[in-house]
């Protein structure tokens, strides 16, 4: 018994140690990514991105990295290339898909006038805008 | 003085270039590759020509000199179509800013001060103030060349 005592409580002392080690490890872990998340919100930000109309600026008030393929644009925002300068609010962009949306007011400036509408979805991998709602597009043809 | 005198020339410059606007209730898209705008809903089109009202329009455009220049534009359902003391009426419209055309089909009807006709296709010459009415079966045909004083 006394032989039998010594090894049970070694073993229990073992696993306590295996156990905590386990604890730790995935307290470290989630710790890391609570890190990750806040560190990709940016304020007054602008930068430039590769799209298939080339290259495009970007910025906004506030930037939200939602996660490696999405970013958000928080107040008020814009997309300019050589295609088009849209200026809007609250501009959600997919990056994988080469799609940016936002359901706010929008003005959009081309080559060929100024239009305003209610929302945006701009598919660009198709060259395609589409404009919800009620919408003017004057154009100085 | 001379701050004056340009600040009034920029002034008469920027209301002399024409301009067109395109409104829609429902949505516009804008599709680069083709070169066209699609409105739909309730869509107002207006040049330096004529204001035109119809449930959709698709218009097509080309660039020239780094700006983009509508070409064709073609009006679908309840079309009207105001050209000074005119109304033109039908069911399609499509306009080319080339030849300066209008044509309309469908129940076209032609309104002015001084008559109504109605057919089946309307073909609206701008530039030589002719209208050109047939109706469906073309057994008859009505050509008026407008008074050529009236000027464009």
Known sequence: MTKFFPKALNTIIFLILVIQTLIYYFNTKSSTKVFSQKSVSVENFSSIVLSKSGMTKIGSEKLNKIDDNNISLEGISYLENSKYKIYGSNIFIDMENDVSSSKDDVEVINSMGILNAESFTNLDSEGKILFKGKVTFVSHD | ?152
Request: net charge negative.
């Open chain 2, 1 to 152: 003085m001379t701050k004056y005198i340009l600040i009034i020339l920029l002034f008469i410059f920027k209301y002399a270039q024409s301009e067109s606007y395109v409104k829609a209730g429902d949505s516009l898209i804008w599709d680069s590759e083709k070169q066209s705008y699609t409105a739909n809903g309730d869509v107002e089109f207006q040049n330096d020509k004529f204001i035109a009202f119809a449930d959709k329009m698709i218009a097509e455009y080309i660039e020239q000199k780094d700006k983009e220049v509508f070409t064709i534009v073609e009006l679908f359902n309840d079309v009207i179509i105001e050209f000074k003391d005119e109304i033109f009426k039908g069911d399609y419209a499509i306009y080319t800013r080339e030849d300066n055309i209008i044509k309309l089909t469908g129940n076209v009807s032609i309104k002015s001060p001084t008559r109504l006709l109605t057919g089946y296709e309307l073909i609206a010459d701008i530039d030589n103030n002719k209208r050109i009415l047939n109706s469906a079966d073309d057994e008859s045909l009505v050509e008026v060349l407008l008074d050529n004083n009236a000027k464009n």
